[in-house]
């Protein structure tokens, strides 16, 4: 009786080149249409453990850890210089679904940076932003302002410590007039002082003193008329509102 085999099943050509296709590992430079390049890790086609990405139209530079297609764990991001050409790092720190979430520091120019917590792309937590003018700001952040407690220092050594909302100082704060000697305690609308009192704080130290002391307080009631003065206010921000 005649044996019969069964021909071997043969796959289509696609579907080996498929599998060649896809990439897995380490991978030399791979090209998008647009341009763009990456040169690293693999898993399942997508960008996955350590590798660098080239974004040809900013020429942009990332490189660091990748998850799934995203920048995810730590990584720096760098862009040309538009006057040398030479690139600088714009942010290092770490990243999560391609945003920066995490601690970083985020360079806007050389003199202007800010290093501390972030989420979503934006500065929330703890935080300190450097300005270009000298300036400090270190404290809480919340949509990428000054939200909570925090203090400003300027260039001059004066420095405001108290409570900040949508970037501004808003609430009850401490202003410290080294320069002057003194310092004012008060309430804050919007970065402007709406009541408070001012006293003479380190004047004999101060190398710009005022040319006379404060006079001490006279009136029966000083807290009372401060607290009075103060639901004044608050009652007004809150009719504006």
């Known amino acids: 009786m005649p044996v019969f085999k069964r021909p071997k099943k043969v796959e ?5 080149w498929d599998q060649k296709a896809q990439k897995n ?8 249409v647009n341009g763009d390049h990456y040169v690293g890790e693999w898993k399942d086609n997508l960008k996955h453990g350590k590798g660098t990405q080239v974004w040809k139209k900013k020429g942009a530079i990332y490189e660091g850890d990748w998850k799934f297609g ?32 995490g601690y ?10 800010y290093e501390g917590e972030w989420c979503g792309n934006q500065r929330c937590g703890w935080g300190r932003m450097y300005y270009s003018n ?18 400003l220092r300027l260039k001059n050594r004066n420095r405001y410590e108290g409570d900040w909302k949508r970037g501004m100082k808003n609430g009850h704060g401490h202003f410290f007039h080294l320069d002057h000697g003194q310092l004012f305690k008060g309430f804050w609308v919007d970065d ?10 380190g004047r004999d130290e101060a190398p710009e003193p005022t040319q006379f002391p404060i006079p001490k307080i006279e009136i029966l ?20 509102d």
Request: glycine share 14%; with cysteine.
């Open 192 to 201: 402007v002082p709406k009541c408070g009192t001012m006293i003479d704080f």
């Open 12 to 16: 289509p050509l696609w579907k080996g």
């Open 25 to 32: 590992g380490l991978r030399h430079q791979v090209y998008a």
């Open 134 to 151: 000298g300036d400090i700001y270190e404290g809480q952040w919340w949509n990428d302002k000054p939200e909570g407690q925090g203090m």
């Open 104 to 113: 970083g520091i985020q360079f806007f120019s050389p003199k202007n940076y």
């Open 221 to 240: 009631d000083p807290d009372g008329v401060l607290k009075e003065a103060l639901a004044m206010v608050k009652k007004t921000e809150e009719e504006g």
């Open 70 to 101: 995203k920048r995810d764990g730590y990584g720096t991001l760098s862009l040309p210089d538009p006057e040398t050409g030479k690139y600088r790092r714009v942010y290092s720190g770490w990243w999560k679904g391609d945003k920066k979430s």
